[in-house]
T-cell receptor, first 111, second 115 residues
Framework: DAKTTQPPSMDCAEGRAANLPCNHS???????VYWYRQIHSQGPQYIIH???NNETNEMASLIITEDRKSSTLILPHATLRDTAVYYC????????????FGAGTRLTVKP | DTEVTQTPKHLVMGMTNKKSLKCEQH?????MYWYKQKAKKPPELMFV???????INESVPSRFSPECPNSSLLNLHLHALQPEDSALYLC??????????????FGPGTRLTVL
């Protein structure tokens, strides 16, 4: 079973920040938080990952709470092309085999 | 070359047919994966190959038979499938089976329809 809980759907206005939450209250010390997204009919795409510090790359920012029980993926200026299903995944660093996708959040960016 | 390719894009087969799905990557990755994704559901892990050896089989029926001929290629042989096996089959690869910087790169998938 997936170790994460995400809202099933969210809307965001184009050009605004999209903040996607994820709960992972049972995360253990050696587990990372990964985010992937899947645009309709394509393969999933890696976005970002982190352990306990906040992370930023060219696509997004990842904010992890101090107790590590939840995190937020931030798309700073959402575009229509960011409409996708976003998956938050928790997995141990030593075990890339443990990629369990939850139901994800369907983000719709509206003009 | 930073992509995973999958062929064919679409496949329609009967329940008595034998077919194969092919996946290829030239990123030097040593771990490769097969996932199955039903409509409106998340991907489900089927098989994992680490250094060309099968390391994980997630209780997949024997009518699905994976093969890793070399470090760049991954096949999924299909035989006597059922209509409920119709799905999007995704292949992925990662630099190695473990480590914190081992994001998986996914191919576009093969959409399989079993009649």
């Amino acid at each position: 079973d997936a170790k994460t809980t995400q809202p099933p759907s969210m809307d965001c206005a184009e050009g605004r920040a999209a903040n996607l939450p994820c709960n992972h209250s049972t995360i253990s010390g050696n587990e990372y938080v990964y985010w992937y997204r899947q645009i309709h009919s394509q393969g999933p795409q890696y976005i970002i990952h982190g352990l306990k510090n906040n992370e930023t790359n060219e696509m997004a920012s990842l904010i992890i709470t101090e107790d590590r029980k939840s995190s937020t993926l931030i798309l700073p200026h959402a575009t229509l092309r960011d409409t996708a299903v976003y998956y938050c995944i928790v997995r141990a660093a030593y075990n890339n085999n443990d990629m369990r996708f939850g139901a994800g959040t369907r983000l719709t960016v509206k003009p | 070359d930073t992509e995973v390719t999958q062929t064919p894009k679409h496949l329609v087969m009967g329940m008595t047919n034998k077919k194969s799905l092919k996946c290829e990557q030239h990123m030097g990755h040593r771990a490769m994966y097969w996932y199955k994704q039903k409509a409106k559901k998340p991907p489900e892990l089927m098989f994992v190959y680490s250094y060309e050896k099968l390391s994980i089989n997630e209780s997949v029926p024997s009518r699905f038979s994976p093969e890793c001929p070399n470090s760049s290629l991954l096949n999924l042989h299909l035989h006597a499938l059922q209509p409920e096996d119709s799905a999007l089959y995704l292949c992925a690869s990662s630099q190695s089976p473990s480590g914190s910087y081992n994001e998986q790169f996914f191919g576009p998938g093969t959409r399989l329809t079993v009649l």
